[in-house]
């Protein structure tokens, strides 16, 4: 049976849903929380990179090797153990990877509460468990993360809305890192996106993005005309996905890219 709640008492939700050790996914208005006894194993966003995408545009996987670990394992929910069983990654590589891309996930999922949340009790994620998280940490992490976020700038349209550079800001006057990050600010990506070109966690794209926006350095681009104001799949502000049609979608993107 499927539980409704509004999206501003996802954080209750959770914690009774730990209380009662429930399995199943929890979708609210940016992401999808699946939990196993009680226990966080995953979440998803389409406004944070993806574990697969961190890991192939890092070069830790292959992407062939990767799209070969969803298609032997994903059907088993045994994605994480088929990576490992087969040699391509190492656990503790995969338990790093997956705790960061869960944790930005965890962010922006719980950071909209323009669409009621819905618990699906008994829903699997087919990457599999791979280190559970309880959900008081993933709270903890989120609320810490958009804490500091916030000293650093206020304004949280920086996190989602293409970003355009301010004229004459250059990359080589700046720290490597928050260099590499200005210099794919093109008027069109999002934090998001940025991370992804990066193979970068969001969270740390996303401090170094609002340094540059504290620096005057970037802004988000104005909107489109209302009558190009509809987003497209997985655009930012769009509705989240359900997890097969992301999925798919995420197939579709890879094979369009091969």
């Given amino acids: 049976m499927t539980t409704v709640v509004p999206t501003d008492a996802a954080p209750a939700l959770l914690g009774s849903l730990a209380a009662d050790r429930a399995t199943g996914a929890l979708t609210t208005a940016s992401g999808v929380f699946y939990l196993c006894a009680g226990q966080v194993v995953h ?23 990767w799209w ?47 669409r009621p949340a819905r618990f699906r009790p008994g829903v699997a ?27 650093i700038w206020p304004d949280p349209a920086v996190d989602t809305a293409p970003l355009v550079r301010a004229p004459g800001a250059d990359p080589a006057d700046l720290p490597p890192r928050r260099g590499r990050t200005l210099a794919l600010v093109d008027g069109a990506s999002t934090a998001a996106q940025i991370a992804s070109a990066l193979a970068c966690r969001t969270f740390h794209t996303l401090v170094e993005l609002r340094r540059l926006a504290a620096d005057g350095l970037v802004t988000p681009a104005p909107p489109p005309p209302a ?3 509809l987003p497209g799949p997985g ?6 996905d359900e997890p097969d049609t992301a999925l798919l979608r995420r197939l579709l993107d890879a094979l369009e890219a091969l």
Avoid: I, M
């Avoid at 153990?81 to 087969?86: A, I, P, Q």
């Avoid at 655009?235 to 989240?240: D, L, Q, T, V, Y």
């Fill in 68 to 114: 070969d670990a969803v298609e032997r394992a994903g059907a088993r929910h045994r994605v994480g153990r088929h990576l490992v069983d087969s040699g391509r990654l190492t656990t503790g590589a995969l338990e790093l990877c997956h705790l960061g891309a869960l944790f930005d996930a965890a962010y922006f999922a719980l950071a909209h509460d323009d």
């Fill in 43 to 65: 979440v998803e966003s389409a406004l944070s990179p993806a574990l697969g995408d961190l890991l192939t545009r890092s070069g830790a996987v292959a992407p062939d090797g």
């Fill in 125 to 151: 994620h087919w990457l599999g468990a791979v280190r559970p998280v309880s959900v008081e940490t993933v709270l903890c992490e989120s609320r810490r993360r958009r804490a500091l976020l916030h000293r």
């Fill in 235 to 240: 655009a930012p502000g769009a509705a989240w």
């Fill in 227 to 229: 009558a190009a104001a």
